[in-house]
C-alpha cells in the first residue's frame, strides 16, 4: 500500500516556472517512489501566421520548439542520472490543457504539478494552473 502518489506528471515548457515545477516533481517523486511523467506541448503555430509569414516566422517557431524539447529532454536526463526515478518525457501538440488533461487521464496520474504563468493574458483568461484546479479530477501544485 502507497501512501503518496503513484505517478506524478509535471508540465513543462521550458519556462522558469515549469523547470522549478519538474525540479519539485522530481524529487517528489524520488521520496514517494513514485512514476514521474513530464509533458511538453508543443502548440501548434496561429493559422494567421503563415499569411503574414514573409520572413520564415511558421519555421522560426517550429525550430524554437525543436530546441526546446532538445533542452528539456537533455535536462531530465542530466537531472535523473543520479536519482533512481522511473521518468520519462511525452511530447504532444495541441492546446496545452487539453493535451496535459489526456495524458494525466492515460497514465492515470495521481496528482499534477505545474508552474506558475508569468503571462499577463493568463490573469484575463485564465492560465493552465487554475484550469486544471477548476477542472478537480486531480490534486494540482502549482510552482511559483
Same mark, same amino acid.
Given at each position: 500500500? $502507497?501512501? #503518496?502518489?503513484?505517478?506524478?506528471? !509535471? #508540465?513543462?515548457?521550458?519556462?522558469?516556472?515549469?523547470?522549478?515545477?519538474?525540479?519539485?516533481?522530481? #524529487?517528489?517523486?524520488?521520496?514517494?517512489?513514485?512514476?514521474?511523467?513530464?509533458?511538453? !506541448? $508543443?502548440?501548434?503555430?496561429?493559422?494567421?501566421? /503563415?499569411?503574414?509569414? #514573409?520572413?520564415?516566422?511558421?519555421?522560426?517557431?517550429?525550430?524554437?520548439?525543436?530546441? !526546446?524539447?532538445? @533542452?528539456?529532454?537533455?535536462?531530465?536526463?542530466?537531472?535523473?542520472?543520479?536519482?533512481?526515478?522511473?521518468?520519462?518525457?511525452?511530447?504532444?501538440?495541441?492546446? /496545452?490543457?487539453?493535451?496535459?488533461?489526456? !495524458?494525466?487521464? @492515460?497514465?492515470?496520474?495521481?496528482?499534477?504539478?505545474?508552474? $506558475?504563468?508569468?503571462?499577463?493574458?493568463?490573469?484575463?483568461?485564465?492560465?493552465?494552473?487554475?484550469?486544471?484546479?477548476?477542472?478537480?479530477?486531480? /490534486?494540482?501544485?502549482?510552482? /511559483?
Amino acid at each position: 500500500m $502507497r501512501d #503518496g502518489p503513484g505517478t506524478i506528471l !509535471v #508540465g513543462v515548457d521550458g519556462s522558469t516556472s515549469s523547470l522549478r515545477a519538474a525540479a519539485y516533481a522530481m #524529487g517528489l517523486a524520488r521520496r514517494q517512489g513514485s512514476r514521474l511523467v513530464a509533458v511538453y !506541448v $508543443r502548440t501548434p503555430p496561429s493559422g494567421l501566421l /503563415p499569411l503574414a509569414d #514573409g520572413g520564415g516566422a511558421v519555421a522560426t517557431v517550429i525550430e524554437t520548439q525543436d530546441e !526546446v524539447e532538445q @533542452e528539456l529532454r537533455a535536462l531530465l536526463l542530466d537531472r535523473m542520472g543520479p536519482f533512481s526515478v522511473d521518468a520519462r518525457l511525452m511530447i504532444r501538440a495541441g492546446e /496545452p490543457f487539453t493535451e496535459i488533461s489526456d !495524458v494525466a487521464h @492515460e497514465v492515470r496520474a495521481d496528482a499534477v504539478i505545474v508552474g $506558475r504563468s508569468a503571462k499577463i493574458v493568463h490573469r484575463l483568461a485564465g492560465s493552465i494552473a487554475s484550469k486544471l484546479v477548476r477542472c478537480g479530477r486531480w /490534486p494540482v501544485t502549482v510552482v /511559483p
